[in-house]
């Protein structure tokens, strides 16, 4: 089944480059027929996203501060000047300084904790306040979160928190916006080779191991996280919400790696 977003607008938030997983979300809504438009921080992101963004035929992009109140609002009139309305949001960003993402989660700072937990956490509800005014007919808001939020995974330290506080934003405004035919959702994906991933310490021994030991034999791929995406965000997605989607080649079931991998 060939599922279609044709007719359907909306905004990702959160591409570094082409190995960014919102990136493999909007090449996978582009494909099913999405119009797109991006966020981005700064001139050298935005730099960065000009021709991705002009590859699958987006000409809207706007320079987005998740911390700067002002800087949100702007971006979501400009949204609501040029569509009227959105019919999607895939929010795709988080932060955490990167020398605490190694070493003791018991060293995390206070300023970095508030930080972390800011940008990862409440800018998602900060995204989804202003982005249901304008889903008058309904629509679907999206996050991405990562099994460190309910299992220790070496050195993610306080961004396990972040996410798990996450995954419990998503659940209250699952509930808080359904009256509204607001669906929201969170994909879980493992550890991937992104921007992000790679700030994370021992990131590598990391995919190795979750490579070496999911039931599907690899982790997840762009192009899954993308195509999950698209369900969640299309018609055929129209009663799920709410749902931490694993799409992890099946290593969340884990308790052990698999036996050949046990020293």
Partial sequence: MTISMQGKRGLIMGVANER??????????????????FSYQGEAFGKRLEPLAQSVGSDIMVDVDVNDDASMDAAFTTLKDKWGKLDFVVHAIAFSDKAELTGRFINTSRDNFKNSLAISCYSFIDVGRRAAELMPDGGTLLTITFQGSNQVVPFYNVMGVAKA????????????L??????????????????AGAAIGGARKTYKHADQNAPLGG?????AVGG???????????????????VDGGYHVLGMPQIDNIG
């Fill in 178 to 195: 359904g009256p509204q035919g607001i669906r929201v959702n969170a994909i879980s994906p493992g550890p991937m080779k992104t921007l």
């Fill in 165 to 176: 506080a996450l995954e419990s934003a998503t659940r209250y405004l699952a509930n808080d």
């Fill in 228 to 246: 999950t995406a698209v369900y969640l965000a299309s018609d055929a997605g129209a009663c799920t919400t709410g749902e931490i989607i694993h």
């Fill in 20 to 37: 960014s997983i919102a990136w493999g979300i909007a090449k996978a809504m582009s494909k099913a027929g999405a119009e797109l438009a």
């Fill in 219 to 223: 982790n997840a791929t762009l192009e």
